[in-house]
């Protein structure tokens, strides 16, 4: 069974860099029909598309984060990561990480990061 | 960008009474549609794809409709464990969601 799981700091602080790794267990990342992406949701708010990845290295981002989003890919390690550079207050939320088809059908437990000093 | 707008905000409903539970696009999104289930404390559930169509393992209560920019979510009858929040999603333009309803117990 694929299962999928957030790792990295639960704390950052303003203007540094928040990143994040999902590791991809049960399955392979190497499936050519699927994407890797990350979705965030602040507490108590709604869901919001960071970006994903495939394989490939093929990328894509929602534009009102792109010029602070990076994410890359490690096959080797069946991971995938999240960089998202300048954090502000904004950004602390419950980051998601999902495997998508069309939709993202198959989600880690998400992990919680709070921008703070 | 598209925007999803869901209605109502909050659905008070009973156990066995049904769910109807609707998301407007500002444009048409065709059938490129999907609605999610999220619980307290745990990541969104995947029920319907494509505006009709039930993703593996979801109950035959749970249904989906609409297309262009209408769409509506049932449950026919609730069950305990469907009391939780709905978002739709669109892939239309990049991806976006809804604001989400509360379904709550009544």
């Known amino acids: 069974q694929l299962q999928l799981q957030e790792s990295g700091p639960g704390l950052v602080k303003p203007s540094e860099t928040l990143s994040l790794t999902c590791t991809v267990s049960g399955g392979s990342i190497n499936r050519n029909n699927y994407y890797w992406g990350w979705i965030r949701q602040p507490p108590g708010k709604g869901l919001e598309w960071i970006g994903g990845?495939?394989?490939?290295?093929?990328?894509y981002y929602n534009p009102s984060l792109k010029s602070r989003v990076t994410i890359s890919v490690d096959t080797s390690k069946s991971q995938f990561s999240l960089k998202l550079r300048s954090v502000t207050a904004a950004d602390t939320a419950v980051y998601y990480c999902?495997?998508?088809?069309?939709?993202?059908?198959?989600w880690g437990r998400g992990i919680l990061v709070t921008v703070s000093s | 960008e598209v925007v999803l707008t869901q209605s109502p905000a909050t659905l008070s409903l009973s156990p066995g009474e049904r769910a109807t539970l609707s998301c407007r696009a500002s444009q048409s999104v065709t059938s490129f549609l999907a609605w999610y289930q999220q619980k307290p404390g745990q990541a969104p559930r995947l029920l319907i794809y494509d505006a009709s169509n039930r993703a593996n393992g979801i109950p035959a209560r749970f249904s989906g409709s609409g297309s262009g920019t209408d769409f509506t979510l049932t449950i026919s009858s609730l069950e305990p464990e469907d009391f939780a929040v709905y978002y739709c999603?669109?892939?239309?333009?990049?991806?976006?969601f809804g604001q989400g309803t509360k379904v709550e117990i009544k």
């Open positions: 990845i495939h394989y490939s290295g093929n990328t």
């Open positions: 999603q669109q892939r239309t333009n990049w991806w976006t």
């Open positions: 999902a495997r998508q088809l069309n939709y993202p059908d198959n």
